[in-house]
Antibody, heavy 114, light 107 residues
Framework: QVQLKESGPGLVQPSQTLSLTCTVS????????VHWVRQPPGKGLEWMGR???????SYNSALKSRLSISRDTSKNQVFLKMNSLQTDDTGTYYC????????WGQGVMVTVSS | DIQMTQTPSSMPASLGERVTISCRAS??????LNWYQQKPDGTIKPLIY???NLQSGVPSRFSGSGSGTDYSLTISSLEPEDFAMYYC?????????FGAGTKLELK
């Protein structure tokens, strides 16, 4: 059974760094890509970046200077780190496989506030 | 980046009604188009991939079509659980981009 589950702090202070973990099961990170997608409250979906099956990464150009995605295949985990957080980074963050093999986590709500 | 224009932004509809949601890309996307359903609790369910292929477990009342820049999602007969947000997404070129969404509401 394929599952993705996001975890991380619900509250982050402005200017600080967000660290999220996506723990997957039911498939191998060396076979499928994992993406991060976010959604501000009441708004649409924004693609943030991707960890490819071969370890390569790509990022949304609007976030590239602040964003880093990495993984630990032995733990079946993909990590997102984004620095210099501001209030408009508040939202729900999802990890997903996208594409024909398409599964999503439940999302984790992150609030940026002092 | 490819812009995805989704219409309408909201749609009141009745149980049993047939509805169609449209999605237009700012350039041709060679059928690399997915559709998603999002419930109020935030749960996102993939419905269709590569324009017209149903994801496993998706009811056959859902269908997708299109080519070039114009794509659509049709629900042939609305059930109570279909009232939700719907998003299209292109993956022809990076970054993948989403439409702004269509809210399907009970009339």
């Amino acid at each position: 059974q394929v599952q993705l589950k996001e975890s991380g702090p619900g509250l982050v202070q402005p200017s600080q760094t967000l660290s999220l973990t996506c723990t997957v099961s039911g498939f191998s990170l060396t076979s499928y890509n994992v993406h991060w997608v976010r959604q501000p409250p009441g708004k649409g979906l924004e693609w943030m970046g991707r960890m490819r099956y071969n370890g390569d990464t790509s990022y949304n150009s609007a976030l590239k200077s602040r964003l880093s995605i990495s993984r630990d295949t032995s733990k079946n985990q993909v990590f997102l780190k984004m620095n210099s957080l501001q209030t408009d980074d508040t939202g729900t963050y999802y990890c997903t496989t996208l594409g024909a093999f398409d599964y999503w986590g439940q999302g984790v709500m992150v609030t940026v506030s002092s | 980046d490819i812009q995805m224009t989704q219409t309408p932004s909201s749609m009141p509809a009745s149980l049993g009604e047939r509805v169609t949601i449209s999605c237009r890309a700012s350039q041709g996307i060679s059928n690399y188009l997915n559709w998603y359903q999002q419930k109020p609790d935030g749960t996102i369910k993939p419905l269709i991939y590569y324009t017209s292929n149903l994801q496993s477990g998706v009811p056959s009342r859902f269908s997708g079509s299109g080519s070039g820049t114009d794509y659509s999602l049709t629900i042939s007969s609305l059930e109570p659980e279909d009232f939700a947000m719907y998003y299209c997404q292109q993956y022809d070129s990076s970054p993948p981009t989403f439409g702004a969404g269509t809210k399907l509401e009970l009339k």
